[in-house]
């Protein structure tokens, strides 16, 4: 029996191919993780054969298609489309512009939002992160809480440092433990930005135990010689027990009509009489140190060791010398910081002095974490108790309600958000955004929107430092585009030769090959040298262009190294406002 052969289609074939994820012969596919430079300038036509060929081609993977699901859904324009116009609908029966009779309502909003933002509301972590995660901050606050109160009910001396990243709340769940206590404690309150030295520090602590008691008590101390002690701090011959050497009553008031209370702030001398004499108050102390990390910069850490030593000699009880049966009221020093390695920077006597406790707290480790905290700040009700029971108020607070949903859900204010909390999560930055949002707000446009969170974003961002790029006349955009084509062959640091010898050759490609358009060329328009060096020297004088080396004695200006202060995304940006076709074909080339 002879054999019969079969011939397949060609078409056939292909369509087999395609089906079965084999790739086609003009198809080339890079492996998976090659990174890809995006491309300059999209093509209407050929990009969609492209990307049709390489879908058809890949064989797609199910790990692959979850992973990019959430990106599509977001950057989607018809989903886009469909929520905005959602949104339009859901905001369609509000009005525009508001009315008269809600233009106090808004300002009072406008100001409850901006006390919101000085103090936020606490998010729930549970419910954001659920049962299994570990809620830091809540714990943060039951430690710092549980610490403070054994030292204003019982007396207690002790010691801890706050650590956590900028923008965490350390210092809020300081004001929120202290505000909590059941008595009314004297609260010191230092900055190591602001107290530089041991002398300041001490100043500030004597005027805020002043103010707050009205009177001063040092121990009483024999020696008419000032002494040294083990800190290094000189220790003043004490006033009279029944004079107070911080409060002046004889001086004259501010306006000349009587006698006066005035603090005489003391000398370094009685850092340690002052600070020794705390647990003898009438009501128990609490040190604040904000910025404790620049405080252990100081000489000695004389102010520390005071401290310190202080609340650790602090005993819970009857004091131990009180002749009249009084009770040693309690000390606490509570140092704020944001640096890790703090405690490596105490000196060994500090160290030892200093409890060991350590308390950490975490900013919003998920985006919606930062998504409550702004629905909850922005949509704080109105603190009016005469608008309880007004028709206006009520109607304000279903309105505004209304548009704090709208705003949350929309895409637009979904994706800045996002972008800005991949680049940080600083709840400082979040509050100086929303402030402008809420500054924004007028009753001719009393709503808050993407566009109007766009604005406030964009001025917290850095300028760009040559936003007119565009500008510059066809010879310089030339050699930032020559700079690019080097950049992309490796080299970073380039001449005035090398990029002149760039332009020539694509001068000569661009007219080897003449297409004309209604009898005029579209090719590279020629230039001569002494044009190309005047706008590269512009470029140098405009810091485009800087030096990446000192050029020789007798070397000259087009063989000197220079580097570009700009990157191709710039480039490309003044590319594309300029418009030429011929200078978008060679830019293209650059991948």
Not at 21 to 42: C, D, E, Q
Not at 108 to 126: G, Y
Request: net charge neutral; with cysteine.
């Amino acid at each position: 029996m002879h054999s019969v052969e079969i011939t397949t289609p060609r078409r056939l074939l292909n369509t087999v191919r395609r089906d079965l994820g084999s790739p086609g012969p003009k198809a080339h596919i890079p492996p998976l993780g090659t990174p890809r430079l995006p491309s300059a300038f999209p093509v209407a036509g050929s990009q969609k054969r492209v990307v049709s060929a390489s879908r058809a081609a890949r064989t797609p993977s199910p790990e692959a298609s979850e992973a990019e699901e959430p990106l599509h859904e977001t950057i989607s324009p018809k989903k886009r489309t469909q929520t905005q116009s959602r949104q339009k609908d859901g905001l369609k029966d509000l009005p525009a512009v508001l009315p008269h009779r809600l233009h106090s309502l808004l300002a009072r909003q406008k100001r409850a939002v901006l006390q919101a933002l000085q103090s936020p509301p606490e998010i729930d972590e549970i419910d954001v992160y659920g049962e299994d995660y570990p809620p830091t901050n809540t714990l943060a606050y039951e430690q710092l809480s549980d610490l403070l109160t054994g030292t204003v009910t019982r007396g207690e001396g002790n010691s801890c440092l706050l650590i956590g990243p900028s923008g965490s709340g350390k210092t809020q769940m300081v004001e929120r433990a202290i505000a909590a206590l059941p008595d009314n404690p004297i609260v010191v309150r230092l900055s190591g930005h602001a107290q530089h030295n041991d002398r300041l520090a001490i100043r500030e602590i004597a005027w805020q135990l002043a103010q707050q008691t009205g009177q001063s008590f040092l121990p009483a101390n024999d020696g008419e010689d000032d002494e040294d002690d083990a800190s290094g701090a000189v220790i003043a011959p004490d006033p009279p027990a029944d004079e107070n050497p911080f409060v002046d009553d004889g001086a004259p008031t501010a306006t000349g009509s009587g006698p006066g209370l005035t603090v005489t702030l003391p000398p370094p001398a009685h850092l340690l009489a002052l600070i020794s004499m705390i647990p003898t108050l009438p009501r128990p102390t609490i040190i604040v140190l904000d910025g404790f990390d620049l405080f252990a910069t100081h000489a000695r850490q004389a102010l520390l060791y005071c401290l310190l030593d202080t609340a650790q000699a602090c005993r819970a009880g009857p004091a131990a010398g009180g002749g009249q049966g009084a009770s040693a009221s309690g000390m606490a020093v509570v140092g704020v910081t944001a640096r890790v390695d703090t405690i490596n920077l105490l000196e060994k006597r500090v160290k030892s002095r200093f409890s060991g406790r350590m308390i950490r707290t975490a900013g919003a480790a998920r985006f919606a974490h930062w998504v409550a905290l702004v629905k909850a700040i922005v949509g704080v009700p109105v603190d009016d108790e005469e608008a309880d029971g007004d028709g206006e108020a009520k109607e304000w607070k279903r309105m505004w309600e209304r548009v704090v949903e709208q705003f949350v859900a929309d895409e637009d204010v979904l994706e800045r958000l996002s972008e800005t909390y991949a680049l940080a999560r600083d709840y400082q930055l979040l509050r100086r955004i929303l402030t402008s949002l809420v500054m924004e707000l007028t009753p001719a446009s009393p709503h808050p929107t993407a566009a109007k969170l766009e604005k406030a974003i964009a001025q917290q961002r850095c300028p760009s430092r040559f936003p007119a790029l565009h500008t510059l006349p066809y010879p310089a955009v030339c050699l930032l585009i020559a700079s690019v084509h080097a950049q992309t062959s490796g080299h970073d640091v380039f001449t005035f030769e090398m990029l002149h010898e760039t332009f020539k050759n694509q001068v000569r490609t661009s007219q080897s090959a003449p297409v004309q358009v209604e009898g005029g060329g579209i090719g590279m328009v020629r230039c001569s040298r002494d044009v190309l060096f005047a706008a590269f020297e512009r470029l140098v004088d405009l810091r485009v262009f800087s030096l990446a080396a000192a050029p020789g004695t007798g070397t000259g200006r087009e063989f000197a190294l220079y580097r570009s202060a700009v990157d191709r995304f710039a480039v490309k940006k003044a590319v594309e406002a300029v418009g030429q076709l011929s200078l978008k074909k060679w830019f293209t080339k650059a991948q």
